[in-house]
Nanobody
């Protein structure tokens, strides 16, 4: 299984970005995580591949939307109303269950940097 995140960049507070996660090989559930400098990795959102069921951390509910395109093996993270505290390296990963625990994710892609200016 190979994963690659893309779509990061610099955006002003209140702006939007859409991240993409390209998945090849076997996929089950895909989660997005982020890690700010000097901070621990944090769960952001996850989607169950078969059903489309989603799961978010509280701090992004109502602002971020995770979705998938099965035909293209892509998972998106639409991020709206971005805040400076959303700045981090965002990575995608796969797991056999729909969960926010990073320990359950066994394949990880290289991250993409999101910078939010105030």
């Amino acid at each position: 299984v190979q994963l690659q995140a893309s779509g990061g960049g610099l955006v002003q507070a209140g702006g939007s970005l859409r991240l993409s996660c390209t998945a090849s090989g076997r996929t089950f559930n895909v989660g997005w995580f982020r890690q700010a400098r000097g901070m621990e990795r944090e769960f952001v959102a996850a989607i169950e591949w078969s059903s489309g069921r989603t799961f978010y951390t509280d701090s992004v509910k109502g602002r971020f939307t995770i979705s998938r395109d099965g035909a293209k093996n892509l998972v998106y993270l639409q991020m709206n109303m971005l805040k400076p505290q959303d700045a981090a390296v965002y990575s995608c990963a796969t797991a056999n269950i729909l969960t926010g625990s990073s320990q359950a994710y066994d394949y990880w892609g290289q991250g993409t940097q999101v910078t939010v200016s105030s």
